[in-house]
C-alpha cells in the first residue's frame, strides 16, 4: 500500500519513522504543503497514493482530495472529540473544562467533523502536569493508539461512529497568546485565564 503522509510538526516524525518501518520506506511519502487534487495525476510525485494519514498538518484538505479517498484518508487529532476540534485542542479542553484525550478520525469536508475511529481519554494531573508535558503526552498517547490499531484502521475493520461537539479558530487563541507559559502547570494556566476573563467582564 503506498501511503501519503501529511505533517507540518517534527512532534509527529517517530510515528512517520515507524509506519516507514512497517510499511516499507518506498511506500511512504512524507509532505508538508498545501495539497491540491491535480497532484495526483498520473506523473505526479502522488501517483499510486492509496491511504493518506494527516498529522499535526495545517493546510485544509479540500473535499476534491478527500473524494479520491473514501473511507481511507484519515486525521490524528489531540482532543477528545467531538471536543474541542480546531487549534489548540488541549488548552481549550482545559480552559472548557471539557473531557481530555486523543482521536484517530476520518478526514471530511469539515475541521475535524469527520466520523470517529478510534480514541482514548487522558486525565491530567493540573497541580503537576505543565501544559507542555500535557501535549508532550497526548503526542506520545496518540502515535502508540495509531501503532496498535494501524492494521484495522487501514483494512476498514472498525467502524466510524458520527460525532457533534465544540470548535476553535486559531484567532480565537489570541485571548489568551499573551499570558501563554507552556512550563505553566495547567493549574497555573487556568488560574491565569479566570483571572484575565475577569478582568475583562468586570
Known amino acids: 500500500m503506498k501511503i501519503l503522509f501529511l505533517t507540518n510538526n517534527n512532534i509527529t516524525l517517530p510515528l512517520l519513522k515507524w509506519l516507514k518501518a512497517v510499511e516499507g520506506s518506498d511506500n511512504v ?22 491511504y493518506v494519514i494527516s498529522y499535526n498538518f495545517s493546510h485544509i484538505i479540500k473535499q476534491d482530495v478527500i473524494s479520491l479517498f473514501p473511507h481511507k484518508i484519515i486525521n490524528l487529532h489531540t482532543s477528545m472529540l467531538p471536543w474541542n476540534k480546531g487549534a489548540s485542542p488541549n488548552i481549550w479542553s482545559f480552559i472548557e473544562g471539557t473531557p481530555t484525550g486523543v482521536t484517530i478520525h476520518e478526514i471530511d469536508a469539515g475541521i475535524d467533523t469527520g466520523d470517529v475511529l ?11 502536569e505543565t501544559l507542555q508535558s500535557s501535549y508532550e503526552k497526548s503526542h506520545v498517547i496518540i502515535s502508540q493508539l495509531f501503532r496498535d490499531n494501524w492494521e484495522k484502521i487501514k483494512n476498514g475493520s472498525i467502524k466510524p461512529k458520527p460525532q457533534g461537539g465544540t ?28 483571572k484575565l476573563s475577569c478582568e475583562k467582564q468586570c
Open 167 to 194: 470548535f476553535h479558530y486559531v484567532r480565537d487563541s489570541h485571548k489568551f497568546n499573551h499570558i501563554l507559559d507552556y512550563n505553566d502547570t495547567i493549574d497555573e494556566f487556568i488560574h491565569k485565564y479566570s
Open 29 to 50: 511519502i512524507s509532505h508538508s504543503e498545501n495539497v491540491i487534487a491535480s497532484q495526483f495525476s498520473v506523473g505526479e510525485r502522488f501517483y499510486g497514493i492509496e
Open 118 to 128: 478510534i480514541q482514548r481519554e487522558i486525565v491530567f494531573d493540573y497541580k503537576t
